[in-house]
């Protein structure tokens, strides 16, 4: 085992970006980097790839000004030999080329071995399906995201093939994956994993791949045991403003802690019913319906109580969305009926009694993406401006909030501190906030645990629990199924289907 | 500190800007008879005011105008929201420069009958004329600006929360996230104002076959240039490049009318440039 520490700092203008003393790569082993989002790992990992634009971001690596450190040979033979698979697959496609095209870009004609990683990405898939995907240009957008996110790991493998190929055992590489499951399901994902090991047992090359799930640990212990050994989870955690450290992350507290998740039953539940939606609906003239069982044989109507939790699954793309932002009136259903908090909704039922009786007060909703959700030019503060609450939040029970998911001692400037200026992570934990502050009957939170890493994870759940045990009812819907399926009762768990 | 000003464009000429009219000040106390002066100075100062008064009726107007049609067009009946949309349509028809026009014609009517005479009532009257037919540019933009973060999680994000639509629009919207925009707008607004009173005091001076005239309207920048001194000012531009040797008696004997362009021309330049840093440096 050869590991190979770096120390990278980056800096826009006068403002240092990240500052990593300890970014580590073990040479021919995979490496599972965590971290909550925003916090640095991929301008870090770009950084040693070679990927920072010098004329852009001042940058040293290992103390060696940007543009010595390219001129490196290891650098260069790193970049000859390797493949970055970037976290957003629509900006890495070139849409003026087809995508049969960029599939054959440079080095990776060399590669024979196409048509067999297409077939292994895309499964169910006959060749004229996957020959359907190819024929087309990226935009607009007619791949989904999943689709052409298996196309940058089709990409990324062939470039491995070319290693294989043409490299002996010596020649160095660096694949880095950023996010390579983002869009995909968890069956895609462990297709994509089958895919790299089996690769990676014919000839060790040096990977890092960048993730918020940490499912995939389970799935490393389950499946690839012989491997454990050359695989090495570590985590970038904030060390002070943007200095971070890199440090080992144990596999066992996330598997023990979650063993112990407790199920959504053992809590105080009561039969006062807060939601009734019924099984089904039409929305954007599609028909979609609800089931209690994964093989969709058991309609039943949507029904959360007091203090309960319920979780709701389907492949992404299928409409667990829609169901959220038609529940709070935000999408427009042309069927569809409910009952919440004791009112009668309709789709006859005009958009302002959302507005004036629910938003808010009776009901509540974290979207997705907090980058979008959040007014990025206000002020931590100023985020909580606005909200119906009972009483006033004043400064000292705001800060007494902000503590329950941030660090150490909530001060003036972190107050006064632009949204834009937090990492992902940070605007994330304060999307939930933001909404959990509220005294709502029922709060439906879209993807809460995105981008957060698994101490934020650890301290979300607790907060929803003790929610979820003052009597809030929710609605869950997340592709975090592995924790959702100890933390929610099986009963509770609804499937979503289009019919 | 002023090294650092000047690398930004707009910061830049604004101080060209402020210098170029300092020292035509300077030169003009020293060199420009005292009558011409204060006709020179007042036409500035009133030209300038009633531009600064268009800037604060454009914002004022646009604001209320895209709330309404915010508030219209969300509501059930559609009918204000049509008819609004209907009126700011027809006043988009009129060519600026012709709504302006007859506006002044009013407004000239209206001091000749008597019926204003003080410059706090005539000011804002000659502002609102032009600000009737700048500020519709300006409710599309703040209407853009709603409809792009609408189409965000943004917007529905915030309301679900049950912040108010009117704090969403108001402060998230247009004042957080939009104010840039408006800014560098209220520039080009200003920039547009003085044009706008220039050429409509241009056209009123030399002559409309009407009984208004420039004499019961304030004295503008463009009704200065109308004057027939002014005109021989400018025309002897003419004749200087012709005649090299001139060129030295054109900033002395020819200074109000040469004075009054290069007011127009210099402080439009400056301000398109001003308003063009002012984007480049925010990326809008």
């Known amino acids: ?32 980097l965590f971290g909550e989002s925003g916090i640095g790992k991929s301008m870090v990992s770009k950084a040693v790839y070679g990927l920072l634009d010098p004329d852009e971001l001042s940058a040293t690596v290992n103390d060696k000004p940007y543009t010595v450190y390219l001129d490196d040979a290891e650098v260069k033979e790193i970049k000859k030999n390797s493949f970055f698979v970037f976290q957003e697959p629509s900006s890495h496609l070139n849409s003026l080329l087809k995508i049969s095209d960029q599939l054959n870009e440079g080095s990776l004609r060399l590669s024979k071995d196409e048509a067999a990683i297409m077939e292994r990405l895309w499964q169910d898939a006959d060749v004229a399906a996957i020959r359907r995907i190819l024929d087309v240009f990226p935009k607009p957008y007619r791949p989904s995201g999943g689709e052409k996110q298996r196309v940058l790991l089709a990409m990324a493998f062939k470039k491995i ?30 297709l994509f994993l089958g895919l790299l090991f089996e690769k990676y047992a014919k000839r060790p090359f040096t990977v890092m791949i960048i993730t918020h799930d940490y499912s995939i640990i389970s799935e490393l212990y389950a499946n690839y045991r012989p491997l454990l050994p050359r695989i090495h989870l570590q985590e970038l955690r904030r060390k002070e403003g943007a200095e971070v450290e890199v440090v080992d992350f144990s596999a066992q507290d996330y598997l023990s802690w979650l063993g112990e998740a407790p199920a959504g039953s053992s809590f105080g539940v009561s039969e006062t019913p807060v939601l009734n939606f019924g099984a089904r609906f039409t929305v954007f003239g599609r028909n979609l319906c609800l089931y209690k069982d994964p093989a969709h044989t058991k309609e039943a109507d949507l029904e959360i109580n007091k203090g309960e939790m319920v979780y709701v699954k389907a492949p992404s793309g299928v409409g667990k969305t829609t169901l959220a932002k038609v529940i709070m009136g935000l999408y427009p259903a042309q069927k569809f009926g409910m009952t919440l908090c004791g009112l009668r909704l309709t789709e006859k039922t005009p958009k302002k009694i959302w507005s004036a009786k629910i938003w808010g007060k009776k009901a509540g909703m974290v979207f997705q993406h907090a980058d979008e959700s959040l007014n990025l030019a206000a002020s931590v503060k100023e985020t909580f401006d606005g909200l119906p609450l009972s009483e006033k939040l004043t400064l000292g029970r705001l800060s007494q909030v902000l503590s329950e998911l941030f660090d150490g001692k909530i001060t003036q400037a972190f107050l006064a501190k632009k949204v834009a200026m937090l990492s992902g992570g940070q605007k994330q934990r304060l999307n939930l906030l933001r909404t959990i502050v509220l005294a709502t009957d029922l709060l439906i939170l879209d993807e809460p645990l995105n981008g957060l890493d698994f101490l934020s994870v650890k301290k979300v759940l607790s907060i929803l629990d003790k929610k979820r045990s003052e009597g809030t009812a929710m609605l869950m819907i997340s592709h975090n199924e592995e924790i959702f399926d100890h933390f929610v009762d099986k009963e509770h768990v609804y499937y979503l289907a289009e019919v | 500190m002023i090294k650092q000003l000047l690398l ?3 910061l830049r000429w604004i101080l060209i800007w402020l210098l170029g009219i300092i020292v035509a000040a300077v030169w003009n106390i020293l060199f420009l008879n005292k009558p011409a002066l204060r006709q020179v100075t007042a036409g500035f100062i009133d030209t300038f005011a009633i531009a600064l008064l268009v800037v604060v009726f454009t914002l004022l107007l646009a604001w209320c105008v895209t709330l309404a049609l915010h508030s219209f067009e969300m509501s059930k009946n559609k009918a204000p929201y049509l008819l609004l949309t209907f009126l700011l349509n027809l006043i988009r028809s009129i060519p600026q420069i012709v709504g302006i026009l007859f506006g002044y014609v009013a407004v000239g009517v209206l001091i000749q009958t008597g019926a204003v005479r003080s410059h706090a009532v005539i000011f804002p009257l000659l502002a609102f004329c032009v600000s009737l037919f700048v500020f519709i540019e300006f409710v599309d933009l703040m209407r853009e600006r709603i409809a792009h973060y609408q189409k965000l999680d943004f917007y529905n994000a915030m309301r679900v929360c049950g912040i108010s639509e009117g704090r969403v629009i108001n402060f998230d919207i247009l004042w957080k996230n939009s104010r840039i925009h408006i800014l560098n707008k209220l520039i080009s607004v200003f920039g547009a104002a003085i044009f706008l009173q220039c050429s409509v005091d241009f056209i009123i001076s030399v002559g409309l076959s009407t009984d208004v005239n420039a004499v019961t309207l304030p004295a503008t920048m463009g009704s200065l240039l109308a004057k027939i001194d002014s005109k021989q000012d400018i025309l002897s531009i003419g004749y200087a490049l012709t005649h ?5 008696s054109l900033f002395f004997e020819h200074l109000f009318g040469i004075t009054v362009a290069f007011l127009i021309v210099f402080s439009l330049m400056s301000i398109y440039h001003i308003a063009n840093g002012y984007a480049e440096r925010h990326r809008l």
Do not use: C, H, W
Not at chain 1, 22 to 28: K, P
Not at chain 1, 170 to 190: A, H, I, K, M
Not at chain 2, 244 to 248: F, M, S, V
């Open chain 1, 161 to 190: 093939d070319v290693l294989m190929r043409t490299t002996g055992a010596g020649g160095r590489s660096f694949f880095v994956f950023d996010e390579p499951t983002g869009s995909l399901d968890n069956r895609y994902r462990n």
């Open chain 1, 1 to 32: 085992m050869t590991l190979e520490r770096f120390s990278v700092r980056v800096k826009a203008g006068q403002r240092t970006v990240v500052s990593a003393a300890n970014y580590g790569v073990f040479q021919d082993e995979v490496t599972f």
């Open chain 2, 8 to 10: 930004k464009k707009d």
């Open chain 2, 244 to 248: 090299p040797e001139y060129i030295g």
